[in-house]
């Protein structure tokens, strides 16, 4: 960790030099999860340093897919570290720095009642709609899919289940792309009786509350819990002055309090 952080001081150190009256725009492609943080870590780096940011929000998959295929970007901050790596293998990126972490929550809709303790057997009841982001193509997927791995464990042939019964969101072939326009995907799917509960990130449950009144915000039980570590990596041919900087600003106090105030856990904070 620490030859990342000394690797990113020197590079910002040695291209100061670089910066100039309007420099140019740092291209940050981050996922959908980070959009409130990141756009408030976006406008308080500019502020800081008058440099602009220009965000691209999406699934993780999805970015790093356009981004191995040559879409031009400075700067990656992922909701896993798998996608960022990737793209370090395949030296499209330097290091992957984990710089935030992230838990599951089960989204229930207005009139739906559980507990933690209830959780698995309300997913697994016949009549209840589950539904999650689409596995590979973004990571949230990915860990409702390991929630449906630990429920196996719990009680064998629920992972079978599950999986079958899920239906799956997102902007690829087999996944039901929510309209334009909808408004919160979640909050669609539950006024649109398409979902009864949705496994999707803690962080994202207050947005899904404040458009449909009434939805739970359920911690997953011990059981099945999964944690979320975020990447973040700088992309080989950015604008290096500028990514370094912003990636040293997310890292920084400033950057952390910001992803704290959403509902991070930041690992760098004292």
């Not at 620490?2 to 309007?22: D, E, H, K, N, P």
């Not at 008058?50 to 901050?77: M, Q």
């Not at 207050?206 to 997953?220: E, F, N, Q, R, S």
């Not at 819990?225 to 370094?244: E, F, Q, R, S």
Request: with cysteine; net charge neutral.
């Amino acid at each position: 960790m620490m030859r990342i952080f000394y690797g990113l001081i020197i590079s910002c150190l040695a291209l100061s030099t670089g910066f100039v009256a309007q420099p140019p725009a740092i291209r940050l492609h981050a996922a959908g999860s980070l959009r409130g943080a990141m756009t408030d870590i976006a406008r308080a780096f500019s502020q800081l340093y008058g440099i602009p940011v220009v965000p691209v929000f999406g699934g993780s998959g999805t970015l790093k897919d356009r981004l191995a295929n040559g879409e031009p970007g400075d700067v990656f901050a992922s909701a896993d570290m798998g996608n960022p790596q990737q793209l370090t293998q395949a030296g499209k990126a330097g290091p992957t720095v984990l710089f935030a972490r992230n838990h599951l929550c089960a989204l229930l809709r207005p009139g739906l009642d559980a507990t933690p303790a209830t959780l698995l057997a309300t997913l697994l009841d016949p009549s209840v709609k589950v539904a999650t982001s689409t596995p590979k193509s973004d990571p949230g997927g990915d860990y409702a899919w390991a929630v449906f791995e630990k429920a196996d464990a719990e009680r064998p042939g629920s992972r079978a289940i599950l999986e079958a019964k899920a239906l799956k969101i997102g902007k690829v072939p087999g996944s039901l792309a929510i309209p334009a326009g909808a408004g919160n995907a979640i909050a669609w799917l539950f006024r649109e009786k398409r979902a009864d509960v949705f496994l999707s990130y803690c962080t994202g449950g207050g947005a899904v509350a404040a458009d449909l009144p009434g939805v739970t915000i359920l911690p997953l039980p011990q059981a099945l819990a999964v944690t979320a570590d975020y990447g973040l990596t700088i992309l080989t041919g950015a604008n290096k002055d500028g990514a370094a900087l912003l990636a040293l600003f997310i890292l920084s106090p400033a950057g952390q309090k910001i992803l704290s105030e959403h509902g991070f856990d930041p690992p760098l904070l004292p």
